[in-house]
């Protein structure tokens, strides 16, 4: 069965790091022997789709989200942080405050558009998840990329 290939655009704004709201400690927090193998030494992708909530009219759902996100990194503040790595290669945590990434976008697309193009393997995954240079490494790059994609009907995506 043949699948429609859809054709829609996607505009991004220039990407920021969004920091925790208030000072949070600096310190180093070296990462377990498990989370430190070498072959967990990558990104995966999330993305998820929400339908936009009507009691948020009004409200700029993009601002919601960072300004959310600026309070919470106070508390989940490694988050905010940037992977080193030590002697041996022992991966450590600077929890350095410096924030993570943050990119808005507009895609004039809907979900019911995709149909059921939404199950894995998804089309379009290099149209819809935005690559910000500088963040696809591991050492030295945020901990985050999050991505907020108003697509035209009423829809949000979220990458993690």
């Known amino acids: 069965m043949a699948t429609k290939t859809l054709v ?11 920091s925790p709201s208030r000072p949070t400690p600096y310190e180093i927090k070296p990462l377990s022997d498990i989370d430190d193998q070498e072959g967990f030494r990558f990104q995966i992708p999330v993305i998820q789709f929400y339908r936009k909530d009507p009691k948020m009219d009004g409200r700029d759902p993009a601002r919601v989200v960072t300004d959310a996100l600026s309070e919470a990194l106070v508390y989940y503040y490694p988050f905010a942080g940037r ?13 350095s405050g410096e924030g993570v990434l943050f990119v808005e976008g507009d895609a004039d697309v809907s979900l019911e558009e995709f149909g059921d193009a939404l199950k894995p393997p998804f089309p379009c995954w290099e149209k819809l998840l935005m690559h ?29």
């Open 132 to 160: 910000v240079p500088g963040s696809d490494g591991v050492i030295g790059c945020p901990l985050l990329l999050i991505q907020y994609l108003d697509l035209g009907g009423g829809e949000l995506l979220c990458r993690v």
């Open 8 to 18: 829609f655009s996607v505009t991004v704004s220039k990407p920021m790091l969004v």
């Open 83 to 95: 992977l080193i790595e030590g002697e041996n290669k022992k991966l450590s945590v600077e929890c």
